[in-house]
C-alpha cells in the first residue's frame, strides 16, 4: 500500500479572493512607463498609484473607502518635472510617502487629514544629489525620518528628510540598481543590480558586507530581507530567459542556498515577505496569477504553498501592512492588483477556520507603525528592532505629530512660480513657444554682434 505524507503546514490551504467589483477601483490612468517597478503602494488609509501624464510625473492618491470608479480629473500630486518611477508609503505616518522621477528628484509629500482635495504641487521637502534618474526609494523600517533612494548614477543615498541632508552615501555599484531591501533592525541593506551581483551593505558606512553572483540572466531580479530568518529571497531570471527564485544566508551570499526554475514567462517578478507567517507572495509583472511560499529554516529552505489564478494580467502590486487586515476573518494578507487597464483589484489571502475566537496561532505579535529610533541615534551606530504589537483586540493608530522639517529644507523645496514645470499639453506647448521666440531673439541678436564685431575688426585693420 502506497501513500504520501504531506507536509504539515498552517498555511497549505490558503486561498485568495477577490473583491467585487464595487469595492475596488477602477478609471486610473497608470502610467505606461517601462521600468519594472510596482508603481503603487498601500496604507491603512490610502492606495497611491503612479499616472500617465504629460508635461511631468504625476501619481494619484485615493481613500480607501473610496471605491469604485475614480473621476479623471481628482486631484493628483503634480510636483514632479518628469515621469515618476516609484513611490512608498512611510510605514511610521500614513499620511506621509516619498517618490522619484526621471528628473533626478526624490520629493517626500504629506497628504492631508481626510485625502486629497485639491491637486499638490508643494512636496515637503525636495532632496537633490543624484545626477541621473532615480529608480527607487524605500524607507528606513525603524529609524525616523531617513529614506533611501537609488538612481541611474549607480549611487544609493541615505537621505534625512526633517533637514533635507543626505547622510549617507553608497557608491560601490557598477551598474543600475534593481531593488532594495532592508534587514530586520535596518542595520544592513540587500541589492539586486544590472551587473548580475547580489549585495548585503551596511547601511550606514556603506561598506560591502558579503557579495555573490545572483541570477545569470539579463532581465532584472528583486530581493527581499526575510524579516528575523537572516535569509534573502530572490526572484530574477537565468541565462536560458527561465524563471526562478533562489533562497540566500545573509551573512554569505557567495552561493545561495537553493535556487529553483519557476517557469518560463517574461515578465519581472515581485516578492513580498509577510514576517509574521513567513511567507513570501510572489507576482509577476504580466501574470495573471500570484504564488505563495512558505520560507523556512531547513532545506529545502522553501516551499510552494498553492497560487492565486485570474486571467487579468497584472501591471503592479501594492502589498497592505498586517495591522489593517480584518484578522476576525482570519485574513493573513492583502494585495492591490494593478492592471495595464486602470482597474486595481483588491485579493484577500485567507486561511480557512470557521472559529469565531481571535486565532493566535497564524497573528502573532505584528510591526508596529512606530519608529523607535531617532535619526541621529541611528546614524551614531545605535540599532533597535521594530516594536511590535498585538492584533487581539484590533490595532488602533497612535496620535501622529506634524513632520517637523528645517527652515533650510523647507526653502529648498519651494520651486519659484517661474522656474515650476508647466502642467499639461497647453502649458507645455505655451512654453515651447516661448522658449522658441527667447532663442530667436537670442540668435538676432549674435548676428548683430557677430557683424558689429567684423566691422570694428576691419576698421582696426584699415588704421593699422
Known amino acids: 500500500m502506497s ?22 477601483y477602477d478609471g486610473i490612468r ?9 508603481f503603487c503602494s498601500v496604507n491603512s488609509k490610502f492606495l497611491a498609484v503612479v499616472l500617465e501624464s504629460a508635461g511631468g510625473g504625476s501619481f494619484t492618491v485615493i481613500n480607501l473607502e473610496n471605491t469604485g470608479r475614480v ?3 481628482a486631484p493628483k500630486v503634480a510636483g514632479h518635472a518628469s515621469a515618476v518611477l516609484d513611490i512608498k508609503f512611510c510605514p511610521f505616518n500614513d499620511n506621509l510617502i516619498a517618490s522619484c522621477s526621471e528628473d533626478c528628484t526624490v520629493k517626500v509629500w504629506e497628504i492631508p487629514e481626510g485625502g486629497l482635495t485639491d491637486t499638490m504641487t508643494q512636496p515637503v521637502v525636495d532632496l537633490r544629489g543624484h545626477q541621473r534618474r532615480v529608480g527607487v526609494v524605500e524607507w528606513h523600517p525603524t529609524a525616523e525620518n531617513i529614506l533611501y533612494s537609488a538612481g541611474f548614477d549607480y549611487m544609493i ?28 533592525d535596518g542595520a544592513l541593506l540587500a541589492t539586486t543590480s544590472k551587473d548580475k551581483k547580489i549585495r548585503v551593505i551596511d547601511a550606514r558606512s556603506g561598506e560591502v558586507v558579503s557579495e555573490g553572483a545572483s541570477h545569470a540572466g539579463a532581465k532584472p531580479a528583486r530581493v527581499t530581507w526575510c524579516g528575523t530568518m537572516n535569509k534573502l529571497f ?8 527561465e524563471r526562478q527564485y533562489a533562497v540566500w544566508d545573509a551573512t554569505n551570499v557567495e552561493k545561495p542556498l537553493t535556487m529553483e526554475m519557476i517557469d518560463t514567462s517574461s515578465g519581472v517578478l515581485f516578492p513580498f515577505f509577510d514576517e509574521d507567517t513567513k511567507m513570501i507572495y ?21 516551499h510552494f504553498l498553492s497560487e492565486y489564478r485570474t486571467s487579468t494580467p497584472q501591471r503592479g502590486v501594492a502589498y497592505m501592512p498586517k495591522r489593517a487586515l480584518n484578522v476576525g476573518d482570519c485574513e493573513i494578507a492583502r494585495l492591490y492588483k494593478l492592471t495595464p487597464k486602470g482597474f486595481v483589484e483588491v485579493v484577500s489571502f485567507t486561511v480557512p477556520r470557521k472559529a469565531t475566537v481571535f486565532q493566535e496561532d497564524i497573528f502573532p505579535p505584528t510591526k508596529a507603525d512606530e519608529a523607535v529610533i531617532s535619526a541621529e541615534d541611528w546614524l551614531a551606530g545605535s540599532n533597535a528592532e521594530p516594536k511590535m504589537v498585538s492584533l487581539k483586540d484590533g490595532y488602533t493608530p497612535p496620535a501622529r505629530a506634524k513632520l517637523q522639517v528645517q527652515e533650510a529644507a523647507k526653502k529648498a523645496a ?24 527667447e532663442i530667436e531673439a537670442l540668435q538676432a541678436q549674435l548676428a548683430t554682434a557677430s557683424i558689429k564685431i567684423r566691422t570694428l575688426e576691419t576698421q582696426l585693420g584699415a588704421s593699422s
Open 234 to 241: 530572490s526572484a530574477g531570471f537565468s541565462k536560458m530567459n
Open 157 to 184: 543615498y541615505g537621505w534625512n528628510i526633517a533637514t533635507g541632508e543626505a547622510v549617507t552615501e553608497i557608491s560601490c555599484h557598477t551598474d543600475t540598481i534593481y531593488c532594495m531591501s532592508f534587514s530586520w
Open 282 to 302: 510572489l507576482a509577476g509583472k504580466g501574470d495573471g496569477n500570484i504564488r505563495y511560499f512558505e520560507i523556512v529554516d531547513d532545506r529545502p529552505y522553501c
Open 30 to 38: 497608470t502610467t505606461k512607463n517601462a521600468w519594472d517597478s510596482p
Open 3 to 24: 501513500f504520501r505524507i504531506v507536509r504539515q503546514s498552517k498555511f497549505r490551504h490558503v486561498f485568495g479572493t477577490a473583491q467585487k467589483r464595487e469595492k475596488c
Open 414 to 437: 519651494e520651486v519659484p512660480a517661474a522656474d515650476a514645470p508647466p502642467k499639461g499639453e497647453k502649458e507645455l506647448l505655451k512654453a515651447w513657444h516661448a522658449q522658441k521666440k
Open 71 to 73: 473621476d479623471l480629473n
